[in-house]
């Protein structure tokens, strides 16, 4: 009997050693966080998808869910609600947002890194072929004048105050067309090609590859590239959750890196094939791989029987040599003075202040060192290349005084 009490004192003994050592060692390496972020099907979200499908969210520790979204307007909610802690995300979405163009003025959505220059276009439908050609913006006025005399006008972007929205605005300031006198519309980017088959806009500005989709199924074709109208502008940006990019900031940082090795490794030319094919699937773009890796190459197929044009410098790039990832805050008052310059707003907002609260920067220069990436000089004066005026973002006014509405 005795013998047996010992013997369950010392089963007792080792389940509770076995116990206190299974809680050390859990507690010693907890489960990780799951960071969840989120892309809109465009070939642009590749920085995540590279980090993802090449192991490098991994390499770097940390456990990334990718969350496929709707619209820019979804992806706006789950940030600010904390169902995403993150997303790849239209560069100036955070600035329209926070001065209420965009969503509930004073909304904080953070910019930690730019993930990519150039690689929009504006896509115009059949109603223009044979009368505006690539590039020709001196015939937009007289083609959307003619237009208007028997239907109503209207170009579609993909998000109010997004870059798309600008770059479209820019556009047509360029062409001579008041923005007051066409219908702009809201149209989430997988959307448009569909939008434009049954006659719903003459226009439309978005990322690829909706512009390649478009040119290859004969429903439009691409008259100008975002790069045609600023020359390595951003694009989209690592954005993030304030309370995420505050309480957690390892594991921000620890994204950060791996989406700047992904970064890198899309630049390297030879790689952007793999890229295209991992792009392409459903769960991804569900585009043609064709026309996503066409893109990617540089490639564009015009349409209208216009021919190939081919970018050489200025293709869709995520890294180039370390100059793409820096985000601005230069770059965070030229969208804000958009706003204005087009109306969106009616009283100035204190551009360094709202760019310097919203842009990451000091969190991305630790990074960028860690990484061995240079970072990039910022508050200097630049232009784009359908201006002929130079923004300073020191003096905004300067600039207003003179550009074309």
Known sequence: ???????KSKSLLICTLLLVLVNSIAGANPPKRVVKLGFIPLTDCAPLVIAKEMGFFTKYGVDVQLSKEASWAVVRDKILNGELDGAHCLFSMPFSVYTGIGGKAGSEMRIAMTLNNNGQAITLSKDFCGIVGFKDLKKVAGAVKELKARKEVTFAMTFPGGTHDIWLRNWLAAAGVNAKSVGIITIPPPQMVANMKVDNMEGFCVGEPWNGVAATQGIGFTHIASQDIWKNHPEKALVVNKAFSESDKEDLKNVMKALIEACKWLDVMSNRKKAALFLSRPNYVNAPVQVIEARLMGSTEIGCDLGVQKYKDDYMLFYNNGMVNTPKVSYG?????????????????????????????????????????????????????????????????????????
């Open 1 to 7: 009997m005795t013998q047996n009490i010992n013997q």
């Open 333 to 405: 008052i030229w969208f804000m003075t958009q706003y204005m310059r087009f109306g969106m707003l009616s009283t100035a907002p204190n551009y360094q202040q709202i760019s310097q609260k919203l842009i990451m920067s000091d969190l991305y220069a630790e990074v960028a060192k860690s990484m061995g990436v240079p970072v990039q000089e910022d508050m200097k004066p630049f232009k784009t290349n359908l201006e002929t005026i130079t923004f300073d973002p020191n003096n905004p006014a300067a600039y207003l005084a003179g550009a074309k509405r």
